[in-house]
């Protein structure tokens, strides 16, 4: 039985500060089937997955693997695989996709230089270009990692994909699985829970227009969770939607309490105080996980204050 999104949902775990922390993403297509750590258990050469997690590690690229809705026949070895690098920190975001048959060319990739928003490396994969369609879509659908996923995302990917709206991927892991649905929206990088199609259709709608909705998203994954909650809470403080103004200038302390300065392109900033709670009462983090009591961002304070000279 599914248990652990309805747990989350009726309990009313807050959505605000759990989006994965990513500044710049890497999408590998892999069609076929995929295992709980995919890189290293899907039809992926386990080898390149796990050189791919390694080289990655601290540089602000978080790599995973997609594929179309539906079936999930794999395509063979050698066929043509979709790539992206999408980088989300407002004012530089920007998607890039490529096509190869040889995955082992993202070995050659300066993931640091990605990771800084730096696209050029990726820009000497043969064809490489800026991606100039619709928002990606990433919709978590892994149920190797987690049930919830595969029962509740998967609808959802066909549902999107069958619309039309938006350029609609399965995922490998965007975390939370308890917020069930769960997806990534690019260039700018924003995460969803408990995503209804209605609502992803609104949300496609509004980034196209350069703006966010603030109903059921869990923030901006360029930024560290204190800095995701502190920017929504702004924006709603604020009734600000558009997509690229605001940045965390500054996240000052630790765990369990930050004071975090967002600040406005026109020059207003906000002074947030963000504490670390734990969600009461325990509940499962992922179905067939041991009851626990996952951390929770709580915004205690927002207040607008002169920039600093």
């Not at 309990?11 to 990513?22: R, Y």
């Not at 693997?65 to 999408?86: E, F, Q, V």
């Not at 993202?106 to 270009?129: E, T, Y």
């Not at 100039?132 to 066909?158: H, I």
Request: proline share 7%.
């Amino acid at each position: 039985m599914s248990i652990c999104a309805p747990a989350s949902q009726h309990l009313g775990e807050p959505l605000a500060g759990t989006a994965a922390t990513a500044a710049t993403w890497l999408l590998v297509e892999q069609p076929g089937s995929w295992g709980a750590k995919a890189l290293t258990a899907s039809h992926l050469d386990p080898a390149l997955g796990a050189a791919l997690e390694s080289a990655a590690e601290g540089t602000g690229v978080r790599v995973a693997l997609i594929r179309r809705p539906g079936r999930h026949s794999d395509a063979g070895p050698d066929a043509a695989r979709r790539i992206y690098a999408a980088h989300t920190a407002p004012g530089g975001d920007w998607i890039r996709t490529a096509t190869t048959e040889d995955p082992a060319r993202l070995l050659d990739l300066d993931l640091p230089a990605l990771g800084a928003g730096d696209p050029g490396s990726f820009d000497r994969l043969p064809g490489a270009a800026a991606h100039s369609g619709a928002p990606l879509v990433l919709v978590c659908t892994n149920g190797k990692r987690d049930r919830c996923c595969a029962l509740l995302g998967r609808p959802l990917a066909m549902e999107l994909a069958e619309s039309g709206q938006g350029d609609i991927w399965e995922v490998t892991h965007l975390g939370g699985h308890r917020f069930s649905p769960t997806l990534l929206v690019l260039p700018y990088g924003y995460a969803y829970g408990r995503a209804a199609a209605h609502t992803v259709k609104d949300v496609l709608t509004a980034v196209a227009d350069g703006h966010i909705v603030l109903e059921g998203c869990r923030g901006r994954s360029a930024w560290e969770r204190p800095g995701q909650a502190a920017e929504l809470a702004v924006r709603a403080t604020a009734r600000e939607t558009r997509a690229g103004v605001l940045r965390v200038a500054r996240t000052e302390g630790a765990a369990p309490r930050w004071e975090v300065t967002v600040a406005h392109r026109d020059g207003r900033h906000w002074q947030v105080t963000v504490a670390q709670g734990a969600s009461l009462p325990p509940r499962p983090e992922s179905c067939g996980a041991a009851l626990g009591t996952p951390a929770r961002m709580d915004v205690v304070a927002v207040r607008e204050t002169a920039p600093a000279s």
